[in-house]
């Protein structure tokens, strides 16, 4: 294991924030992620993991051992005729192993093309996108308990999934490292064109016949025109999750904003918070080096040398402003270090 000191995270993060980590290291095994765990224990260090930095805000320089997950591969069994079990290291670029698995036939993850961040990460936040989330597909992980240092196995029940939750960002978050995930795949797809904009897209690109690599195809198009190139301008895609709120509380705000959008939820109606923010006037508005994406309200941006800082106050301002002007508040999907 190659362990560097004060190393710049600018490569490991997607919003390009410059700051530094005391001791970092990458790891391409799961002992080389037991190695790290005793390693930072010894320097009475805390061990953060980062995956595809896509889901990350740097605030300040970490003073904590960072361990960047690269553990690789994809390893199919065929369950039967229809079905394929699927294993993939945890460090797995995602929309990589999405394209892979539609070269191979696969079908369940092509609504999630061009998800940014890895394997590892999907199942922690339930990664989702155009009606499709990683519950549909996943069977079960495998993690390095970070006390016992075991790895133990988490199948469908025990990871308590929920909109972009998990028991990992819950009750067990910091206590284990993802380093595999297994899904179950379809051999003959069942296709999901109904949510958003993918049926028209479809109907403008002339794709017929309907194939996952068709769906994969309007599914990057429709980001594209949506979502700014990381490589290009610093993000971490949708920084807010959309709201869920109360039947009563929407028929109420729909009789004062009459073109408020919801969709009936188990436990309420969601509205999307990207309405909210442009409703509230934040779309397109810049700071210095940082701002609010011209074609999506929900993508914060670094223009370039932006500070962490900086959008952290940026997103508490429009969580205080969409409270004010709606009555809801706003939650980051971005983790803060």
Not at 152 to 180: A, H, M, P, Q
Not at 181 to 210: C, H, R
Request: contains cysteine; negative net charge.
């Amino acid at each position: 294991m190659n362990i560097q000191e004060n190393i710049s995270l600018l490569p490991y993060n997607t919003f390009g924030i410059d700051k530094k980590a005391k001791f970092f290291s990458i790891a391409s095994s799961e002992d080389d992620v037991i190695a790290a765990i005793k390693a930072a224990s010894s320097k009475n260090l805390p061990l953060i993991v980062l995956g595809g930095g896509s889901n990350v805000l740097l605030t300040q320089d970490i003073d904590a051992w960072v361990l960047k997950i690269d553990i690789k591969g994809v390893q199919a069994t065929q369950i039967d005729e229809e079905k394929i079990e699927v294993a993939v290291g945890a460090g797995e670029v995602w929309h990589d192993f999405v394209i892979h698995c539609i070269d191979q036939g696969w079908a369940g993850v092509e609504n999630l093309s061009l998800i940014p961040g890895t394997v590892g990460a999907s199942p922690m936040q339930n990664i989702g996108a155009y009606g499709i989330e990683i519950k549909d597909v996943f069977e079960k992980l495998e993690a390095i308990n970070r006390t016992t240092l075991e790895l133990e196995t988490f199948d469908w029940n025990e990871c308590k999934f929920g909109y972009r939750e998990s028991v990992f960002k819950n009750e067990l978050k910091d206590k284990y490292i993802i380093t595999k995930v297994f899904f179950v795949l379809n051999k003959n797809p069942n296709f999901n064109v109904s949510y958003g904009a993918i049926q028209e897209t479809l109907d403008q690109m002339g794709e017929s016949p309907l194939s996952i690599r068709k769906i994969s195809d309007a599914v990057i198009y429709i980001r594209q025109q949506k979502l700014p190139d990381p490589k290009k301008l610093g993000n971490a895609g949708s920084f807010f999750k959309n709201p869920t709120i109360s039947t009563d509380q929407f028929v109420e705000l729909k009789s004062k904003f009459s073109n408020l959008p919801g969709y009936p939820v188990e436990d309420g109606v969601k509205v999307p918070a990207a309405w909210l923010i442009e409703q509230d006037g934040w779309k397109g508005k810049t700071f210095g080096n940082i701002g609010v994406h011209k074609n999506q309200p929900l993508v914060l941006v670094n223009y370039g040398n932006g500070e962490g800082k900086e959008i952290a106050k940026l997103s508490k301002s429009i969580q205080e402003s969409v409270f004010q002007k709606f009555g809801i508040m706003l939650h980051p999907e971005v983790n803060f270090l």
